[in-house]
């Protein structure tokens, strides 16, 4: 399958998903808790039953790694190429009602996340991209190619978690270097904000897991950006999915960093 017809799938699978998660926004709706005391709701569950049949069709033969899926049976058998699939990134943003959730899904080859999409159903945008093929954004301005951007001389906006984030860790990692700002924002949206080229750095230290950050990697990696562990290495996607510490971003935000 070529890259043009791959995204063009993606684009309609997350769009088709993120409609099933607004119509649970724009309702009342009931949290509950998993195992791990990690919210889930109605749009996780709707938003996974449009994803992962739609991924069977178009390519039966690449196992799917689905965030409920998982929680509820484990992580599958996944060989060399799988899908990795957060129905809804957020949840906790969804449950607050502020719009900065994301439908998220990746192709990973060899633990190389290398196509992928992040839709944002409240804010009305998406960004796909795959890497040697490029990334693009789609807004109410239309679609339009994006790429990191060098850091500017004001130096580095940073991204953090606003519902995850460790304030002590974050300012031990901006202290010293040029910062001109610091944007909090919920879900995979900080990663797709690096490849759009509106920010340049987002460090996270606690804990992630692969589906929460694969599609946003795919699409920073199309634009320009990579994510690298405390070492400086890529970030891989293999079982059991548990992330690092690690700092995503452009070139320039990467060796800004210290990371690189």
């Known amino acids: 399958m070529d890259n043009d017809k791959l995204l063009e799938a993606l684009r309609t699978i997350a769009l088709q998903a993120g409609r099933e998660v607004a119509g649970v926004y724009a309702?009342?709706?009931?949290?509950?808790?998993?195992?791990?005391?990690?919210?889930?709701?109605?749009?996780d569950e709707r938003a996974e039953a449009v994803i992962v049949p739609a991924l069977r069709a178009l390519a039966p033969q690449w196992a799917i790694v689905a965030e409920e899926a998982v929680a509820a049976a484990g992580v599958p058998a996944c060989g060399d190429r799988f899908w990795l699939v957060d129905p809804l990134d957020g949840t906790r943003e969804f449950v607050g009602r502020n719009g900065e959730f994301t439908v998220n899904i990746a192709l990973v080859e060899d633990g190389v996340?290398?196509?992928?999409?992040?839709?944002?159903?409240?804010?009305?945008?998406?960004?796909?991209?795959?890497?040697?093929?490029?990334?693009?954004?789609?807004?109410?301005?239309?679609?339009r190619a994006v790429r990191c951007r060098a850091l500017p001389a004001a130096g580095a906006t940073v991204l953090a978690s606003r519902s995850h984030g460790d304030e002590s860790a974050l300012q031990a990692f901006v202290a010293g270097r040029r910062c001109a700002a610091i944007r909090r924002?919920?879900?995979?949206?900080?990663?797709?904000?690096?490849?759009?080229?509106?920010?340049?750095?987002?460090?996270r230290f606690g804990p992630t897991m692969g589906w929460d950050?694969?599609?946003?990697?795919?699409?920073?990696?199309?634009?320009?950006?990579?994510?690298?562990?405390?070492?400086?290495?890529?970030?891989?996607?293999?079982?059991?999915?548990?992330?690092?510490?690690?700092?995503?971003?452009?070139?320039?935000?990467?060796?800004?960093?210290?990371?690189?």
């Not at 924002?185 to 460090?203: E, F, H, I, R």
């Open 27 to 43: 309702q009342d709706f009931a949290v509950r808790g998993k195992a791990d005391a990690s919210p889930v709701t109605e749009a």
């Open 113 to 143: 996340p290398v196509a992928g999409v992040v839709h944002a159903p409240a804010l009305g945008w998406l960004c796909l991209g795959a890497v040697g093929a490029g990334a693009w954004m789609e807004d109410a301005a239309g679609r």
């Open 185 to 203: 924002l919920g879900s995979s949206l900080k990663l797709a904000l690096l490849a759009s080229g509106d920010a340049d750095a987002y460090p």
């Open 213 to 260: 950050i694969a599609a946003g990697h795919a699409v920073l990696a199309a634009a320009g950006g990579e994510v690298v562990d405390r070492q400086g290495q890529p970030l891989r996607y293999r079982p059991p999915f548990e992330n690092p510490a690690f700092v995503a971003g452009s070139a320039d935000g990467l060796r800004w960093a210290g990371w690189s």
